[in-house]
């Protein structure tokens, strides 16, 4: 899977911000980023397994939150910090 970071995860990714991770569904995607970039997943997924409210993570396009949710192939998974203040 092509993987895109947002750049709050640049401590950990070295700044990449693209990189190509093996996984047939999210969560197992959002370990192997870990396995590669150690903490890293802790600033995306919370203590209960679930993403955190300020992150948005998109397949395609498309904004999932399930970590079982199921990738194909050819997919792209899109991680976005969400900004806030006022």
Same mark, same amino acid.
């Given at each position: =899977?092509?993987v895109? $970071?947002?750049?709050p @995860? +640049? ?5 990449l911000?693209?990189? +190509? $991770?093996p996984?047939? +569904? $999210?969560?197992? &995607?959002?370990a %192997?980023?870990? %396995? ?8 995306? &997924? +919370? /203590? ?5 409210? #300020?992150?948005?993570?998109?397949v395609? !396009? /498309?904004?999932?939150?399930? @970590?079982? #949710?199921?990738? !194909?192939?050819?997919?792209?998974? =899109?991680?976005? !910090?969400?900004l806030?203040?006022?």
């Amino acid at each position: =899977m092509r993987v895109r $970071l947002p750049s709050p @995860l +640049d401590s950990y990714t070295g700044g990449l911000r693209t990189v +190509d $991770l093996p996984g047939g +569904d $999210l969560g197992a &995607v959002l370990a %192997a980023l870990d %396995a590669r970039f150690p903490g890293a997943r802790f600033r995306i &997924v +919370d /203590e209960q397994g679930r993403v955190r409210t #300020h992150i948005n993570v998109f397949v395609n !396009a /498309e904004r999932v939150g399930d @970590l079982g #949710h199921p990738l !194909a192939p050819g997919d792209e998974v =899109m991680i976005v !910090a969400a900004l806030s203040g006022g």
